[in-house]
């Protein structure tokens, strides 16, 4: 288990820089109490622990409590007769990405950063800018933990979507979808570095990766018992291929390997859940905890698995990948005997709601821009908790398969929204991917929820103005860009530290909640051996509900620090809010620089400083296993092949160090042709800068436009940046790649 120490030390790295240091002055030292919070303290007088448990594609009638026969779920069916059972709880996507982004930032897919699953062109990154639930928690001293299925940004420690970047001190998981589809993998990640599974390699199925994390999350329990903690559990099951050690209990029903085996990972999930709450009871928490147990979105059909069989969607219409309530509406159970009452619920209620419940419960201040709204009442018995006054969906998906495609009419590919307020509910597809596309060209369907709730009937003949309302609320529910309100702690440090020459460090406490917070403090640690002196005040007496605490200190780096090395500093935002004292810490790396070019480089030949979202160069030292590491890619435009590559994903940023040794700066920059195969529909923009100053916008990149020649003069640049920017606000098949790029040096 990480301490608090080694999290902090250990989330620091830089890509791309060999020796990485992260010697943090005063990182040893205990970690400041945290006062417990008044509100949702539970009767033994701490606040309650929390266990969110995300199931992998399961559908809303594939537990007992759900109406499911054939499938075996008893732990999951008492706990739903113990604690609250939720009719109409809702992911925000029917896919995995978007509907895991929103459950973890409050952001419905209107507005949130990930708005589409993993494509060819790689998977969705979370930014700094996305505030998570474990982040709200941390602030007010939880332990925090994601074990399971993460599924955002690179495969890469150090960035700002990896788990310890949002507020989780503890991971152990896969990153990226595509790992998360194998049950027996060679390797897991355990917070910044692989964890090899020497008994699977090979394709061996040795030890069953479900097994591990159930083994991981009662650990984790164990560990924390005696201080709050939230427990993010992901499990992969029942997500395809129907992998399961053990499928005895459905031996001799004479279904398909597949179906027997889909079968038996849902009682597998059902059998983990029971284990997590026998660790808590055994710990005596079952007072002083919160377990929600819901669903990533409807029911698969994949790998062979036929959901009707099992009558996944129940009475809904739809599987994962519509719109229809069979695609969206989920399974939600809260149990609690010291915290959730005991009932069922036909609120509806999406998953964005979990941040701001959790936030009330816990006693944390949470971002006031957030699309969820607070169930805690609910779950205390109130009547009153708030509703909202209508739920939103968004789909950019290019996966298909059969049911769900007819269940569209053959739409599974094209952009759709929908819409529910009260009982009624819209859902529109567009025949172009185009979400400005005018409302007349969109194909419009209209249903009424309480006369017919499997979505059989569409009704906007009959209903016109009521769709045309409903239409008017998803274009208002649609942001192409969807700025947030800071929130925490933010960090500002140069792109390179020089040894011995002084710079400007600035920090920023954003009181992104709704109400006022009192006695605002900013604090500085640097590297031991580093001097940092401060030049501008870092407190306040208050802070109101909107407001910032800036401050800014002169940091030098001795003239003998290492060069190449990543140094890690932090500052820490501290402030009492109307439930208590929070602390919003803010690690941030500054590298002192590599030497710069004596000679005409290739960029593939030079050591860049940092880096994300980027394939080729980046492999001289982190290899991704997408091409052999060494030299960068080969990058073809129109038929023709160039040597020397540096292929990126939309937004990326690579950055190097010229040291101002460099005359020119030459390149071919465009969506390349493996890309271009992939699909027509990527958009981008490069842009080039020089020590911060903007060299060079190229217009927009498509694959029809082809690529844009680079020629700069970089004379005086210390350091260079290959930003790429999305162009058309969808980051599906943004793949860009610069040939040939290179550095004449004078």
């Not at 930032?105 to 505030?131: C, E, I, M, Y």
């Not at 979105?297 to 959901?307: D, R």
């Amino acid at each position: 288990m990480s301490s608090r120490r080694t999290f902090l030390t250990g989330s620091t790295a830089v890509l791309g820089l060999p020796a990485i240091t992260a010697a943090v002055a005063g990182s040893g030292q205990a970690a400041a109490s945290v006062a417990a919070p008044k509100a949702g303290d539970t009767e033994a007088g701490r606040p309650p622990s929390f266990v969110v448990v995300l199931a992998d594609d399961l559908g809303y009638g594939e537990l007992g409590s759900y109406g499911q026969k054939l499938i075996s779920t008893p732990r999951l069916d008492r706990l739903a007769a113990e604690g609250m059972r939720f009719t109409d709880a809702y992911s925000t996507a029917a896919v995995c990405a978007p509907s895991r982004c929103s459950l973890l930032t409050g952001l419905h897919t209107g507005h949130s950063t990930v708005r589409a699953n993993p494509s060819a062109g790689g998977q969705g990154s979370l930014t700094a800018t996305d505030t998570t639930f474990a982040q709200v928690l941390r602030a007010r001293g939880y332990r925090t933990a994601v074990i399971g299925k993460w599924g955002f940004g690179p495969e890469t420690a150090g960035q700002e979507s990896h788990p310890a970047a949002r507020g989780f001190e503890e991971f152990y998981g896969y990153i990226t979808h595509g790992h998360a589809h194998e049950y027996y993998p060679e390797y897991l990640w355990h917070n910044n570095a692989k964890e090899s599974i020497p008994a699977n390699a090979g394709g061996a199925k040795a030890v069953y990766a479900p097994d591990l994390l159930e083994q991981r999350a009662l650990e984790f329990i164990d560990t924390h018992a005696d201080e709050p903690f939230l427990l993010l559990l992901t499990p992969n099951v029942p997500h395809a291929p129907s992998d399961v050690p053990d499928t005895s209990a459905y031996a001799d029903r004479g279904w398909s390997a597949a179906n027997t085996g889909h079968a038996a990972q849902v009682s597998h999930l059902d059998s983990l859940v029971g284990k997590v709450v026998d660790r808590l009871r055994a710990h005596g928490l079952e007072q002083d905890t919160v377990v929600l147990v819901t669903s990533d979105n409807g029911p698969h059909e994949e790998g062979g698995v036929n959901p009707d069989l099992f009558d996944a969607n129940g009475p809904l219409r739809g599987y994962k990948r519509n719109l229809y309530e069979g695609g969206v509406r989920v399974l939600l159970i809260a149990w609690g005997p010291g915290c959730v009452s005991q009932g069922i619920s036909d609120r509806p209620t999406p998953l964005t709601d979990v941040l701001p419940t959790l936030a009330e419960l816990g006693g944390a201040p949470s971002p006031s821009d957030v699309d969820g709204l607070s169930a805690a009442p609910l779950l205390a018995g109130s009547a009153d908790s708030a509703r909202h006054g209508h739920l939103y969906w968004f789909r950019d998906e290019w996966g298909v398969t059969s049911r769900a495609n007819a269940q569209d009419n053959k739409r599974a590919t094209w952009l759709a929204e929908a819409v529910r307020q009260d009982d009624w509910k819209a859902v529109r597809f567009a025949p172009e991917r185009d979400h400005n596309l005018p409302d007349d060209k969109w194909q419009v369907e209209l249903y009424d929820l309480a006369a017919d709730p499997g979505e059989s009937r569409n009704v906007i003949d009959r209903h016109a103005a009521k769709g045309r309302e409903l239409v008017a609320l998803m274009r208002s529910s649609w942001k192409d860009a969807y700025p947030r309100k800071p929130f925490g702690t933010r960090l500002t440090l140069p792109r390179l530290a020089v040894p011995g020459e002084a710079f400007t460090v600035t920090a920023t406490l954003d009181n992104g909640s709704a109400r006022p917070w009192a006695h605002a403090v900013l604090a500085l640690r640097a590297p031991t051996g580093w001097t940092a002196t401060p030049v501008s005040p870092a407190t306040a007496d208050q802070l109101a509900a909107g407001g910032r605490l800036t401050a800014s200190w002169r940091v030098t780096p001795p003239a003998n620090a290492a060069p190449a090395t990543a140094w890690a500093l932090v500052a820490e935002g501290t402030a009492d809010a109307p439930s208590g004292r929070v602390r919003y810490p803010a690690t941030g790396t500054v590298p002192t620089p590599p030497a710069a070019p004596v000679r005409d480089s290739y960029l593939s030949d030079l050591t860049w400083i940092s880096a994300t979202n980027g394939w080729g160069p980046v492999e001289r030292d982190t290899s991704n296993g997408r091409n052999a590491a060494g030299d960068g890619p080969l990058i073809s435009f129109g038929g023709t092949t160039y040597p020397k590559g540096l292929g990126v994903h939309a937004p990326s940023d690579i950055a190097y160090h010229l040291g101002a040794a460099g005359l020119r700066f030459t390149s071919l920059v465009g969506i390349d042709d493996f890309s271009a195969k992939q699909s027509s529909v990527g958009a981008t923009r490069a842009k080039v800068y020089g020590d911060d100053r903007l060299l060079l916008t190229t217009p927009t990149l498509t694959a029809a436009t082809g690529p844009v020649r680079v020629d700069l003069d970089v004379r005086g640049v210390r350091v260079l940046r290959l930003v790429v920017e999305d162009a058309d606000n969808r980051t599906s098949f943004d793949h860009t790649s610069w040939a040939l790029a290179h550095v004449t040096v004078g």
